[in-house]
């Protein structure tokens, strides 16, 4: 009987070990997780509601939802796409709804009906909780045993085959360590942003679409933006985080955001302003706004305008600060926030590692590696789980194709 470890019990080692369970029952498939619970990050994810996957809608090249793991997943989707991840839920009892945001999610709006799925889907694996993998030590087969033998406090154990899904791994991967394998340094991404602006806190809770931008670089990103007490938050914000993680590690998390609050060019902006100034030259400036009211007061008083400032008083110069202001409004970055517990990292295993097609290690076959130990990351938004689902396919179809020839 061959024999397969699982390490890491998340979205993608429990997705890999259902399709095995599934396609080929003769084989034994033992799961190793550290944790107290199975797929405890993805009962959790999406607010506890579960955003399965995306439509891709609007995504005009894959580099846009993944910024590290580009490559990978234009070869992945090809054989496990996100139509697919809908079809594999629906026909294992989660019927799915597709949001105006493009976001697709459990009829339920509950994530524990996702696990629940895949818990009954990988039946008579043998699930080890509570768990940790010491090491990974290769060796040559035997008649007796496999490959590789994975190391725990509690025994060790031979397998054939080995597929690590341990998910972002901030603090490293210490069981790899025997292996020599090329690691990417881990860092975060997908948090929020801490700007110290007592009167930018106080207006917690609005939010808008809008451009943000980390000055002198080419990051940038559109989308919700929400302001909070401590900065700014929403998927503009996580967005360019994922876009700037390792530049933003590199500088410490400072820097200067750029904000463009209505998302359109100064020609633009300032027509506006004109036409407005042209239509209500008596009115209060603060009495006709673009965004919500709250917001436009804090903008017109950042633009340097007195409360009572009428709309035939702008001027030029009054015109060229409120355009300023409106479409490139420059904030100190102070530094991060974590992003609940829905926390994940840039790095892991680097690609050139694997084999692009089957997620096989080069260096040892029967080792594969699927999900966010990779250096694969992506956006808000659905495509984390996707490369989840995705890579955890390709490995168990590289497995069973490896036990039928």
């Known amino acids: ?67 590290r793991g580009e490559r990978v997943m234009k070869r992945t989707l090809k054989v496990f796409s996100q139509e697919d991840t809908i079809a594999w839920f629906t026909a294992h009892g989660v019927p799915c709804v597709l949001q105006d945001d493009h976001c697709w ?24 909780l509570n768990t940790k993998v010491i090491s990974i030590c290769h060796s040559e087969r035997s008649e007796e045993s496999g490959s590789f033998v994975v190391k725990t406090p509690q025994d060790d154990n031979s397998f054939d085959y080995i597929v690590v899904t341990t998910g972002g791994a901030p603090k490293g991967l210490p069981f790899l360590e025997g292996l020599e394998l090329e690691l990417v340094p881990p860092v975060p991404s997908l948090f929020t942003f801490t700007v110290k602006d007592a009167a ?55 820097g200067t955001l750029a904000v463009n609050w209505l998302c359109a060019n100064e020609e633009e902006v300032r027509g506006w302003l004109q036409r407005s100034a042209s239509a209500h030259p008596q009115k209060l400036v603060s009495s006709v706004h673009p965004v919500q009211q709250r917001l436009w007061d804090y903008l017109v008083a950042k633009a340097g305008l007195r409360e009572g400032h009428r709309w035939a008083e702008l001027g030029s110069k009054g015109m060229n600060r409120l355009t300023a202001v409106l479409t490139h409004d420059t904030y100190p970055l102070s530094g ?70």
């Open 1 to 67: 009987m061959k024999r397969v470890a699982i390490i890491g019990a998340g979205a993608a080692g429990c997705f890999c070990a259902a399709l095995l369970r599934e396609w080929a029952p003769e084989l034994s498939v033992t799961v190793f997780e550290a944790g107290a619970k199975p797929m405890a990050k993805l009962a959790i994810t999406g607010g506890g509601r579960c955003n399965l996957t995306n439509d891709f809608q609007g995504i005009q090249s894959l580099a846009e939802a993944y910024p």
């Open 200 to 254: 930018l806190n106080a207006l917690t809770g609005l939010v808008l679409d809008a451009q943000m931008s980390l000055q002198g670089t080419n990051f940038k990103a559109q989308g919700p933006l929400l302001i909070t007490d401590w900065g700014f938050s929403g998927p503009a914000t996580l967005k360019l985080s994922s876009y700037a993680a390792r530049h933003l590690a590199e500088t410490g998390y400072k």
């Open 105 to 128: 999610f459990p009829q339920s709006q509950d994530a524990m009906d996702v696990v629940r799925a895949l818990q009954r889907a990988m039946r008579g694996a043998d699930v080890r």
């Open 336 to 405: 991060k926030s974590k992003f609940r517990e829905e926390f994940v990292t840039a790095g892991g295993v680097s690609l050139s590692n694997i084999g692009l097609n089957s997620l096989e290690s080069k260096q040892y076959p029967g080792l594969f590696f699927a999900g966010e130990v990779l250096d694969i990351d992506a956006i808000t938004g659905g495509f984390n789980l996707q490369a989840a689902w995705s890579t955890g396919y390709v490995c168990a179809e590289s497995i069973l194709k490896c036990t039928r020839t």
